[in-house]
């Protein structure tokens, strides 16, 4: 199980360019921490993050999480340490811990619901609509943060395609 | 393995409380720190904890860390670091 992680992280750092972790334990522990969440929720959640076993919610921190392009940016590896930038990947001694990115409002709103929210069936997956910048999303919950303007999830709301 | 548990030590000056997650690479390296130390402390591994527990534990981490991240060490009721600081951790358990 844990061999199949290493393929599945190794090959997503390749397809985009990034390194996996240089620090050999921490590497291996996190991939144990992926298996672990895979097995307990069904999808590799974030290891240094609590995930609250509801896919909806969980949907932006399943490893590789949302926050990830932008934390190799800014640090140079991401929340975990699980992908980082050439330059971390060359000098090890830079992995530390950096802020978290992760709005906690998303947990605390997930351990409140404690069920998935409901779709009619037969209905679709609901567009979602920035109220900031009208980015539109297709997911099953509003994104944590908009990727374009950084607005969080509260500004998100369900769009109508009707014309009524 | 049980959520909330005393881990021994034979520094016992400070109160020391760690909110972790089981899974948290940085987690481990923070435990692995303070049992190198040798210091006593109280070990909550977040993801462990039934949901009642979860609700309670997650309004005392908030007071302490707004932000609900791991690991959080939480050091006589007032000192907290956040993440694994290495330097910060042996600072505030040595001086
Ligand atoms: S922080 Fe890193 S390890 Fe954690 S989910 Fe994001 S990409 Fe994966």
């Known amino acids: 199980m844990s061999e199949k992680m290493r393929e599945y992280v190794e090959k997503d750092a390749d397809e985009n360019s990034y390194y996996v972790c240089p620090d050999p334990d921490l590497y291996e522990d996190l991939l144990e921490g992926l298996v672990e969440n895979q097995e307990r929720y069904g999808y590799p959640s974030c290891p240094c993050r609590q995930a609250s076993g509801l896919k909806t919610y969980d949907a932006d921190i399943i490893c590789p999480c949302e926050y990830r392009d932008a934390d190799v940016d800014e640090f140079g590896m991401c929340y975990c340490g699980l992908f980082v930038s050439e330059e971390v990947s060359e000098e090890p001694d830079k992995l530390e811990p950096i802020p978290e990115r992760r709005p906690p409002e998303i947990l605390e709103a997930a351990m409140d619901a404690e069920e998935e929210p409901e779709l009619e069936e037969g209905e679709d997956i609901p567009v979602w609509r920035c109220k900031v910048c009208g980015y539109l999303a297709a997911r099953e919950g509003p994104p944590p943060i908009c990727p374009i303007c950084k607005a969080k999830a509260d500004r998100f709301e369900r769009f109508n395609f009707s014309t009524g | ?95």
């Open chain 2, 1 to 95: 393995m049980d959520a909330i548990k005393k881990v021994e030590g034979d520094k016992k000056d400070h109160e020391v409380k760690l909110f972790a997650l089981s899974t948290c690479g940085w987690c481990k390296k923070t435990k692995k720190l303070l049992a190198d130390m040798d210091v006593e402390y109280e070990c909550i591994d977040f993801d462990k904890l039934d949901s009642d527990e979860k609700k309670e534990m997650r309004e005392e981490l908030k007071e302490h860390n707004p932000s609900l991240s791991f690991p959080t060490i939480i050091v006589d009721d007032d000192c907290v670091i956040i993440g694994f600081k290495k330097d910060e951790i042996k600072e505030a358990l040595e001086g």
